[in-house]
């Protein structure tokens, strides 16, 4: 076998993609094996709807956990700036299209995530204290300032986009439809613009810059105070949007249902092969190890587990997802300090 064939597998037997792809693939089969209902289009199109925020929130949750820190706020943030921006067009009587909501969201989310920023890159403050703080004062000013209560109705440009569909499929055999709601394709948008930016551009490689060593990314010439707070700048832009889509496909506003998504979506992540230290990851495998979850969550009833269970496969998931990340990061320091020995020791040889 050509040496640089060898080298290139043994860098893909690495990553945790091939794997997480095998194990998607076995779950399915197992699922449709039991009820013989998982490749049917419906529930394709389920999987796919039901991913549209759980993804959305990767996205934003790998970009802070591949720059080295943590952030457990973004549903509290995402609660609190869908909030504001519904009650606000909801108390205006507003009646136009959805895209007004977006952009309330938005600058909710941007004042939000740079306030996390703000003692994150500039007093350089914890990452995981941080956003575990402002998770609770978040939740506290939308309880107790704004008085959150239930909305069963939401403005008719919100409701209008939840409907939306580009297709509906069907199941022959029990007649259940659903919907591939027009959110899918905002969500394509970013996941396809932020992997552009991360391969790309010179704010993508500085993520995985300060990532793997902030010492090394100021020495090279990034910003690395700018960069954190634009990074939870993005984070808040992004669950600002999941949340909108959240709310106009539930047809309602409830204050508190997203509360609690975070250890999924970071467990997810990690699991698709995301360092938590912070500096290597991959974008896809990240969407695949939050996948996994969504399939495992969603597809209980096909399985003939009751929903009691969910916690449980969740947790473990959560903690087996964690652990490989631990030893990824031990490998990876491994072999850093190792390849640095080796140059030191052929530096003093040379000498």
């Known amino acids: 076998m050509d040496e640089q064939l060898k080298r290139k597998l043994k860098r893909v037997s690495r990553r945790n993609e091939p794997y997480l792809f095998l194990v998607i693939i076995a779950l399915a089969l197992l699922i449709e094996y039991r009820s013989g209902q998982f490749f049917t289009a419906n529930n394709i199109v389920s999987l796919a709807s039901a991913f549209i925020v759980p993804g959305l929130f990767t996205i934003g949750a790998?970009?802070?956990?591949?720059?080295?820190?943590?952030?457990?706020?973004?549903?509290?943030l995402a609660s609190l700036s869908v909030y504001v921006s519904t009650v606000t067009l909801i108390n205006n009587n507003y009646t136009g299209g959805v895209w007004l909501a977006f952009l309330l969201a938005i600058l909710a989310g941007a004042i939000l995530g740079a306030f996390n920023g703000l003692f994150i890159g500039v007093f350089r403050l914890p990452t995981l204290i941080?956003?575990?703080?402002?998770?609770?004062?978040?939740?506290?000013?939308?309880?107790g300032a704004l008085n959150s209560v239930q909305w069963a109705t939401i403005p008719r440009g919100m409701a209008e986009f939840g409907r939306m569909a580009l297709f509906t499929a069907t199941n022959p055999v029990t007649g259940l439809r659903a919907r591939m709601p027009v959110a899918f394709l905002i969500?394509?948008?970013?996941?396809?613009l932020v992997a552009l930016m991360l391969r790309y551009t010179m704010f993508g490689r500085s993520i995985y810059g300060i990532g793997g060593s902030e010492v090394s990314a100021h020495r090279a010439g990034y910003n690395v105070m700018l960069t954190?707070?634009?990074?939870?700048?993005?984070?808040?832009?992004?669950?600002?949007?999941?949340?909108?889509?959240?709310?106009?496909?539930?047809?309602?506003?409830?204050?508190?249902?997203?509360?609690?998504?975070?250890?999924?979506?970071?467990?997810?992540?990690?699991?698709?092969?995301?360092?938590?230290?912070?500096?290597?990851?991959?974008?896809?495998?990240?969407?695949?190890?939050?996948?996994?979850?969504?399939i495992v969550v969603n597809s209980m009833i096909l399985l003939g587990i009751p929903t009691s269970w969910r916690s449980v496969f969740t947790g473990a998931l959560i903690i087996i997802g964690t652990g490989v990340s631990a030893r990824q990061a031990v490998?990876?320091?491994?072999?850093?300090r190792g390849r640095v020995t080796e140059q030191l020791a052929s530096e003093k040889g040379a000498g």
Do not use: C, W
């Open 62 to 76: 790998f970009l802070v956990l591949v720059s080295g820190g943590i952030d457990v706020s973004f549903p509290a």
């Open 187 to 192: 969500f394509l948008f970013i996941l396809i």
């Open 331 to 336: 490998d990876h320091y491994r072999g850093k």
């Open 130 to 143: 941080v956003t575990l703080g402002s998770t609770y004062v978040f939740r506290g000013f939308m309880q």
């Open 228 to 294: 954190r707070v634009l990074i939870y700048v993005m984070v808040g832009i992004i669950a600002s949007i999941a949340a909108v889509i959240r709310v106009s496909m539930m047809q309602q506003l409830h204050p508190t249902n997203m509360l609690g998504m975070e250890l999924r979506i970071i467990a997810g992540t990690v699991l698709g092969g995301t360092i938590i230290t912070g500096g290597k990851g991959t974008l896809l495998g990240a969407m695949m190890g939050s996948l996994l979850i969504v």
